[in-house]
Every structure is written in C-alpha cells, then in structure tokens.
C-alpha cells in the first residue's frame, strides 16, 4: 500500500556522499572545499540573520549584480538556483522536450532527474580512456549536457572542441556544467553572446566554500533565461535564502581569498596526483577539485573500506565502469599527507 503516484514508483534517487563528524573523519569524499569561508562571509549571514523576518529578495540583487559583472554577463543572463542541482533540474524539467543525452560515466543526478521528469534520455558512453567525444552526439536530438571538467574523471574538454559542437547544432540546447571549472582551464561563459544554444552551469559549491550555503547559478541567452524563472516563478520565487545572498555576496567581494584558496587546491592535486602515481595507482589527469583513480593491486571495494577503517572518507562508485576507482577529494596538504601514509601502509599490508 502507497500513496505515491504511479508514475514515481520506479523513481531511483540520487545517493548523496555521506556527511560524517569532521572531528573523527578527514572527509574526501563530497568536493567540498576544505577551507572555511573568509571571516567576512561570516560576518554577513550574522548581519542577514537579523531581517530573517522577512522574504528573501526574489532579484537576488545581493548576488546578482557582483556576479553579473565578475562573469562579464548581463544580470537579465544570469539565473540563481538554491545549488546547480536546483538550475540542473529546471532545465532537465523545461528544456528537454526532443530529449537529452549525456555520458555514462558523469554526474548522477543526471539520470535521477531524467527519471523524475520522465525525459527521454540517452546515455552516451564515453571512450575506453573515459574520455568525451562530442561527435558522439551528432546523430542524435534534442538537449545535450555534460559536465566539464566531467565527474568524476576530472578530464577536461577543450574549448574549440565544444564550440565546434554547438555551431554544428544551432537548433540543440548546450548545457556545459562547470561546477569544477575554477580549477581548471576556460569557461564557456564569455561565449554566451555568440550562441543563443548554450547554457553554462555553475556552483559556489566547490572553489567558494559555500556548498551548505546552496547556491548556483545558470548564464545562457536573456530569451533562454526568461523561460527559466518562468518555472522559478511558479514553484519557488524565493528559492535563495537571504543568508545564502548575504554569503554569495559577501564571497564575491572576496575573490583574492577564493583564488589562493583554488591555487592552493590545484598544488595540493598535483602533489597528490604524484604521491599516487609513485604508490602505483592509475589515474586520470583530473583538472577538477579531486582525483579518479584505481590501483591494480586492490579492488575499490577494498581500499574504500580500508581508508574508511582509518577514518578516511573518499568516494567509491559501484557502477560498472568504475567500481574499481576511488574519487577523492583534495583537501589541504596535511590531509593529503595523512592520506598517502593510509595508502602506503594499506598497500604493504596486501603485498605482506
Ligand atoms: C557538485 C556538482 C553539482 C552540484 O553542485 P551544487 O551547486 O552544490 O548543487 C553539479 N554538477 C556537478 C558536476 C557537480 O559535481
């Protein structure tokens, strides 16, 4: 007996990376940044939290505006969402009627939100190397999104590559989810005025240390815009706390704390990504805020368990084409140490 919908009972939910007391766990295992917010941004959700009183700003002007012009976009291009997932899920809800298509191996939510919105929805294998061949997409219709750098392979797609794609499709909606893009190599944002196809996605989740602030954002045509508040407008006008715009504004004013944040993430990665090479892993050359790798002396099963029974939380995906990986997270370089000497003694306990 269910009081459920029909059309909801074959619904699979996204699986969330678990949230663990930080005191007993070093977690690595959700992208996370693992340095707090700039004391200003604290400072500002304490001053926001004395109007809690009253609605949220529905303009989201606090966030809005700054945002607008670090992007180099008009605000009438910018569209706020409580996390990318609320943006993703507008578009996966409005914007997919001929379909959509995206990799095998990418963002979960992806498919959860194909199920939930019963879209028609393609899955499109990514190489043998994991990586993304848009050419791939050609023969098919409708929306196509894909995550760049992609999750969780951290492999990133050039620019020219992507541009080549959407000029081919003027009549197929492009949606290029950047939420690791800061750490990585150029946003298609300043492409937005050259093709009315193309939605970028973006997050203050992950190089801004706001990812329990839950905010988001999506920057495409003013025309393609409208149509999402549309749907904003008559589910949730007020879906951006006044906390969360007083954090998203205050964060804004603090770029040079964000960028040696991001450039410390990026050193610590490629320390990390030596230290795992030098311990036998195989990896791939991740651009993002974390990296994929597999050892071929363990199974991910195993070395998830064995990290987790050192109070080392990572990711470990049972899918089939990355059960024997582990995405894991860059924390600081302390972290990572104390990562690479679990590692190191659990692979000598398997060779013993
Ligand atoms: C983390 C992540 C998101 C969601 O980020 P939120 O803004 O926290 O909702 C979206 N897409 C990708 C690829 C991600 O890794």
């Not at 949220?56 to 002007?61: H, Q, W």
């Not at 990711?315 to 302390?334: A, C, D, H, M, S």
């Amino acid at each position: 007996m269910t009081f459920l919908n029909q059309k909801f009972q074959e619904l699979v939910p996204y699986t969330p990376g678990e949230q663990v007391d930080e005191e007993s766990f070093i977690k690595l295992n959700t992208n996370e940044s693992p340095y707090p917010p700039a004391p200003s941004v604290q400072a500002a959700v304490a001053e926001a939290s004395q109007t809690l009183n009253r609605y949220s700003d529905i303009a989201v002007e606090a966030v809005a505006k700054p945002l607008a012009e670090y992007l180099g976009v008009e605000q009438n291009q910018l569209f706020l969402g409580n996390g990318s997932d609320e943006v993703l899920s507008y578009l996966f809800q409005g914007f997919t009627e001929k379909g959509i298509a995206f990799p095998d191996v990418t963002y979960g939510f992806y498919q959860v939100y194909s199920g939930l919105y019963h879209v028609d929805a393609t899955v499109v294998p990514l190489k043998e190397d994991f990586s993304l061949e848009l050419t791939d997409y050609d023969a098919l219709s409708g929306t196509v999104i894909f995550a760049n750098p992609n999750a969780p392979t951290g492999i990133y797609l050039s620019q020219t590559e992507i541009c080549a794609f959407i000029e081919k499709h003027p009549e197929r909606l492009v949606i290029v989810d950047e939420a690791y893009i800061d750490f990585s190599g150029e946003s298609m944002v300043s492409l937005i005025n050259r093709y009315k196809n193309l939605l970028v996605v973006g997050t203050f989740s992950k190089s801004r240390q706001l990812a329990g602030a839950r905010l988001g954002f999506g920057v495409g045509n003013a025309a393609l815009i409208a149509d999402m508040n549309r749907l904003r407008f008559s589910l949730n006008p007020y879906n951006i706390n006044s906390l969360t715009q007083a954090a998203g504004g205050a964060v804004l004013q603090e770029q040079a704390y964000v960028n040696e944040k991001i450039q410390e993430t990026i050193q610590v990665r490629e320390w990390t990504k030596q230290e795992l090479t030098a311990l036998g892993f195989e990896q791939t050359d991740s651009q993002g805020n974390f990296l994929f790798a597999r050892h071929p002396k363990m199974a991910g099963e195993a070395l998830f368990q064995a990290l987790r029974e050192r109070k080392i939380l990572v990711r470990w995906f049972n899918q089939p084409r990355t059960k024997e990986y582990l995405r894991i997270t860059v924390g600081t370089q302390e972290q990572m140490e104390q990562l690479a000497a679990a590692l190191r003694s659990i692979l000598e306990e398997v060779k013993a």
